[in-house]
């Protein structure tokens, strides 16, 4: 069964703990909605920090991911951790990069 799939998630780049969650990738929007400026903002890219991978039993990655979901109009919100597929964070672009 797991012949096919990666030890580790394919961008895992050594310790960098600095991610970007895609909201929308984990709560996608399925029809038209009129937005409401006072709740959360589930769409958003946010900035996060990765603690670990955890591997599923199907094969997949989880990344438990603290980030923080702001309302729409501004508010600072809270701050969240859980875990999150591996195709919803990617790398942010002002991690640093491990030395070779």
Same mark, same amino acid.
């Given at each position: 069964? =797991?012949?096919?799939?990666?030890?580790? /998630?394919?961008?895992?780049?050594?310790?960098?703990?600095?991610? *970007? /969650?895609?909201?929308?990738?984990?709560? /996608?929007? #399925?029809?038209?909605?009129?937005?409401?400026?006072?709740? &959360?903002? $589930?769409?958003?890219?946010?900035?996060?920090?990765?603690?670990? &991978?955890?591997?599923? #039993? #199907?094969? %997949? &990655?989880?990344?438990?991911?603290? =980030? *923080?979901?702001? *309302?729409?109009?501004? =508010?600072?919100? $809270?701050?969240? #951790? %859980? &875990?999150?597929?591996?195709?919803?964070?990617?790398?942010?672009?002002?991690? /640093?990069?491990?030395?070779?």
């Amino acid at each position: 069964m =797991f012949d096919m799939v990666h030890p580790e /998630p394919s961008w895992k780049r050594g310790d960098d703990r600095r991610v *970007r /969650p895609h909201l929308s990738r984990l709560y /996608p929007v #399925t029809a038209a909605v009129q937005p409401f400026r006072e709740a &959360w903002d $589930v769409q958003a890219v946010v900035p996060g920090e990765l603690s670990a &991978w955890l591997r599923t #039993t #199907t094969g %997949g &990655w989880l990344a438990e991911v603290r =980030f *923080r979901v702001r *309302r729409g109009d501004g =508010f600072e919100g $809270v701050l969240h #951790t %859980g &875990w999150l597929p591996a195709d919803v964070v990617e790398p942010r672009e002002d991690a /640093p990069s491990r030395p070779q």
